[in-house]
């Protein structure tokens, strides 16, 4: 019978440039690791067989990745717009935890992920006409209200004068794309 090695209890915590960095084990998970933000702090998530230098080593990396990305130029400018937009078509009723540029949206425009209040917006948006920009940033913005496209959503929205021009425009970027009439952006 084989015997198990016992593991030195390892902390729930690494403090990663002056940061405490959450770690959650699991016996599930085998090989990937990867953090991201809960709450405005950081948890990674790693292999419970992974050994203890190893994982320092991936935590600290993954860490300074995610806070990278997070200051990256043009995220503050892209919250402050958010949260402008928020305010002016929304009442102020949509209040995100996070607004950033993401290299990783192949096929959207952007994402919201109402539970945390995380809006990502894809780097090709960049591209767009600031009104259409506008019009993507409302329609995340308006799924931290109403999560669904039902007729509640659209109402949300209904207080933008350029929704149908900025719906419209996208639809035709997407007609384009998807005949291959115009190479994607990003």
Do not use: K, N
Request: aromatic share 6%.
């Amino acid at each position: 019978m084989p015997s198990r090695l016992r593991r030195e209890p390892r902390p729930d915590t690494l403090a990663v440039d002056g940061e405490t960095v959450s770690i959650r084990r699991s016996a599930r998970r085998r090989r990937t690791v990867s953090a991201r933000f809960e709450e405005g702090r950081i948890v990674a998530l790693v292999p419970e067989a992974l050994p203890a230098a190893e994982e320092r080593r991936l935590v600290e990396q993954l860490t300074r990745r995610l806070r990278s990305r997070e200051t990256r130029t043009g995220d503050a400018e892209l919250e402050t717009r958010a949260r402008t937009l928020s305010a002016r078509y929304l009442g102020g009723r949509a209040e995100p935890s996070s607004v950033r540029w993401s290299g990783r949206q192949q096929r959207r425009w952007g994402s919201c992920t109402p539970s945390t209040g995380e809006i990502r917006i894809s780097e090709s948006a960049r591209a767009l006409p600031e009104e259409v920009l506008d019009y993507v940033l409302l329609h995340e913005l308006a799924h931290l209200i109403e999560p669904g496209h039902g007729p509640r959503f659209w109402a949300e929205l209904a207080g933008y004068p350029r929704l149908e021009r900025a719906r419209g425009f996208l639809d035709g970027v997407s007609f384009a794309q998807d005949r291959g009439l115009t190479t994607p952006t990003g």
